[in-house]
């Protein structure tokens, strides 16, 4: 039979073997010997036709209907191979991998935010306000004074000392707003790129002892010194004043251009390296001045502080679309570190999973480094270093367009001593400083240098990497080796786009798209139609969105990563 040739088995029908061979125990009568030729043919056609029957429908037992040959010959079957490597499948993971790992950074935010954060809670000493002598105040600002504080008694001493800190040798900031924010930024910094920041060690809040309101937040950062990069370029010897602080000894130069230029690119390297470090993990400062950088005496290096501006974009802390915390000194042109039609932060799962898209969308660092070519314009130009005389600046370069080139053309001519050499310092080696200072301050943050860029910048090759870490050192050259193909890399993907945007190629530039936003559709192409209404309503789903979650964020009375910060 044709069944025998595909090794099928005649027992897809239960109990039928069993069956005949129980009929055949049985002693057969006359009767059933006279009528067995005729049963014997009658059971042939009906296991036959059952068989053929099963066979059409493909319904039975496995072994019936596939070729898989009997039980007992079911494990010499072709097993699985395992896992196929192909080329598409190495492509996707490439790319999960380097989106989880991009600026700022999926996965290393997950593994901050629900494991690092969370030991840090277990394992750190609590303090109180009673544990601190407040002593010679610091600073003061708008959200809370800074003071140089003592320890009370021997049991705050042994918890500061767990932490490496000497006693008395701590600084104290009380906040009554955005001290949770500070704490916050403070922790996250630690914990990604101390070295960027002054090095902090607790943060708690307590209720107030007298008068209304809530509660105060406390800062404990580790005494590393008091002088700011303000008070420093307010005297009439810098930069000499830190050359002997970051250098640690005189240069084998005479006093001039040369000498000043070489101190203010160590100082521009270590503030760079500060700032990348924050980008990198996702924070932008948002207030980046003179008096926001302090010279830590311990390090040799300047490190930024005041964090209570800063937005964690990452998570969506301290980030509301249509707010902005900023000096109007040093603020960039557009005020936002991103577009105001962004949304609120969701959740923090989604809003760390969709942050290195907004990240390249926005480019939110380019706002701190605008504030930073100001800094660098100031250490060049001491005529610049008043804050009378820097609004003035402010308010030519807006008349200018923000463009440099346009502003030097207009005082040059007419400059006094200070600002010629300020533009001899910038002149040096062929104008490489002027070159870099021009890339960081630009009126659209997309054509402004990030800072890693900036760090491989030839106008810090001649100058060396000294005071550098060995990572560091690694960092750098890596990048710098690297950046030439970045950069082609990014000039390919834009002409691409620019290619496909354009009409030759049968698409709509981009003014196009905006006019096609804010006009209805009309009789005429079915493709400009279609487009049109999608654009709309694009527009509409994006405002619908906004206001629902600016609608939630009002109606939220308590801050969600405040009650991971310790009580009394």
């Known amino acids: 039979m044709a069944a025998s040739g595909l090794g099928l ?77 192909t080329a598409p499948g190495v492509a996707l993971a490439l790319s999960a991998v380097s989106y989880l790992w991009a600026t700022p950074g999926v996965a290393p935010g997950f593994f901050d935010m629900f494991v690092l954060a969370f030991a840090e809670r277990l394992f750190r000493p609590t303090f109180r306000k009673d544990d601190f002598v407040l002593g010679k105040k610091l600073g003061e600002g708008a959200f809370g004074v800074v003071c140089k504080a003592s320890l009370a008694n021997p049991e705050a001493a042994e918890k500061v000392k767990a932490n490496g800190v000497m006693q008395g040798d701590v600084v104290v900031k009380k906040a009554t707003e955005y001290g949770a924010v500070e704490i916050w930024m403070n922790e996250r910094v630690r914990r990604a790129c101390a070295s960027s920041c002054a090095d902090f060690l607790y943060g708690f809040r307590e209720s107030k002892s007298k008068g209304k309101g809530a509660e105060e937040y406390w800062l404990i950062w580790r005494f590393e010194g008091e002088d700011t990069l303000y008070d420093l370029m307010q005297s009439k010897e810098f930069p000499y004043n830190v050359e002997t602080k970051i250098l640690g000894d005189v240069q084998d130069l005479p006093k001039g251009i040369a000498r000043e230029n070489k101190i203010i690119q160590t100082v521009m390297r270590q503030l760079l390296f500060a700032l990348d470090g924050l980008h990198s993990t996702g924070i932008v400062h948002r207030d980046i001045k003179p008096q926001n950088v302090i010279f830590s005496e311990g390090s040799r290096t300047f490190k930024i502080i005041d964090l209570g501006a800063a937005a964690d974009l990452r998570v969506g802390i301290n980030y509301i679309p249509k707010e902005f915390l900023l000096d109007p000194r040093y603020a960039a042109p557009e005020q936002y570190i991103m577009s105001t039609q962004t949304p609120s932060a969701p959740s923090v799962p989604v809003a760390t999973t969709l942050s290195p898209v907004l990240w390249q969308l926005n480019l939110p660092d380019r706002f701190d480094i605008y504030s930073l070519g100001l800094i660098f314009l ?141 006009i209805k559709p009309k009789k005429g192409s079915a493709q400009r139609n279609v487009l049109a209404s999608v654009l709309r309503v694009q527009r509409k789903i994006v405002k619908t969105i906004n206001e629902s979650m600016d609608e939630l964020a009002s109606q939220r009375k308590s801050i969600w990563w405040s009650r991971w910060i310790p009580r009394e």
Not at 17 to 33: F, H, S, V
Not at 43 to 72: F, K, S, W, Y
Request: charged residues 25%.
């Open 9 to 85: 088995s005649t027992s897809f029908l239960p109990g039928h073997d069993t069956l005949l061979r129980r009929r055949r125990r049985r002693p057969a009568g006359p009767a059933a010997a006279s009528f067995r030729p005729v049963t014997a043919e009658l059971g042939g056609v009906a296991t036959e036709l059952g068989r053929n029957l099963v066979e059409a429908v493909g319904v039975g037992l496995p072994c019936t209907v596939m070729q898989c040959g009997d039980v007992i010959y079911r494990s010499t079957l072709p097993q699985n191979d395992g896992l196929t490597i």
């Open 378 to 518: 100031q250490m060049a130009f001491p005529s610049l270093r008043t804050d009378s005389n820097l609004i003035q600046f402010n308010r030519q370069l807006k008349r200018c367009d923000y463009d440099l080139e346009a502003w030097r053309n207009l005082v040059e001519p007419r400059a006094n001593a200070e600002l010629r050499r300020g533009f001899d310092i910038m002149d040096l080696d062929d104008g490489i400083g002027w070159e870099l200072l021009t890339s960081m301050v630009r009126y659209k943050a997309r054509q402004r240098i990030s800072a890693k860029a900036a760090l491989a910048h030839p106008y810090f090759n001649r100058e060396g990497l000294l005071g550098l870490s060995v990572m560091q050192n690694v960092q750098l050259q890596l990048f710098r080796a690297t950046q030439k193909d970045y950069s082609e890399l990014a000039r390919w993907v834009v002409g691409l786009m620019a290619k496909s945007g354009t009409e030759d190629a049968g698409g709509f530039t981009e003014a196009q798209l905006q006019e096609l936003r804010e």
